[in-house]
């Protein structure tokens, strides 16, 4: 097979099951969970767990507190690093911008792309940092599953392939080019069934968290 060849293999029949893998699996996870239910509310209703909902799920996002902080400087820092940079690399990238508006039907601005490919390395970096923790902490190294080391290569794959596709290193384009969307295809494929699906659950919890301590009346 050739590069080309195996470049329409990705872009075409590849990337149409992946896409409908990740929309099945992603249905199937978010049924589960609004399946599950919820316990009723046996204390009194204080106030309206709308606004609470809304505000704890932005709020998390901030820096944790200082004691937090100290007690795991890399992995807060590696840890903001790694999404936000993750978050320009996908979304900002203006390839990718391209090829998602197709998809959704509308665009956005696009970042420049020598401020992508910074990111991209920032992310890179986070994403090994991480892992030198993971498999050096005591307590860390001792709860990774092996699942926890495929998590890991599956979103540093894309970022890697990405990167070295932009500046044309090692391969040829064509076979960099269906390697990159291959990783990303795997990707797509394994988020629903995996730990990457808390990218989007995260909110749902975040807001069930806040809404219901809203409505007992706590402040978090």
Not at 120 to 126: G, I, K, N, R, S
Not at 155 to 167: D, E, I
């Amino acid at each position: 097979m050739t590069s080309v060849e195996f470049l329409l293999l990705v872009r075409g029949p590849l990337f149409a099951i992946a896409t409908l893998v990740m929309i099945f699996g992603l249905t199937l996870r978010l049924f589960e969970i609004f399946m599950l239910g919820r316990k009723a509310n046996l204390a009194a209703t204080r106030a309206g767990g709308t606004g609470p909902g809304f505000r704890t799920m932005f709020r998390r996002f901030a820096p944790v507190d200082k004691a937090t902080f100290s007690q795991s400087v890399l992995l807060t820092i590696a840890g903001y690093i790694f999404h936000i940079g993750l978050f320009i690399t996908v979304f900002l990238y203006a390839a990718h911008v391209e090829i998602i508006g197709s998809v959704l039907g509308f665009r956005w601005p696009a970042l420049p792309s020598p401020l992508v490919d910074f990111a991209a390395v920032l992310t890179m970096a986070a994403l090994l940092a991480l892992l030198w923790r993971r498999l050096t902490h005591p307590v860390v190294k001792y709860l990774t599953k092996a699942d926890d080391l495929l998590v890991w290569a599956l979103t540093f794959a894309p970022v890697l392939t990405g990167y070295l596709t932009y500046h044309h290193l090692v391969f040829s384009y064509s076979w960099l080019l269906a390697v990159h969307i291959l990783s990303v295809e795997l990707l797509m494929v394994a988020f629903p069934f995996t730990k990457l699906t808390h990218a989007i659950t995260l909110f749902f919890s975040r807001w069930y968290t806040g809404a219901i301590a809203g409505e007992k009346g706590v402040q978090l």
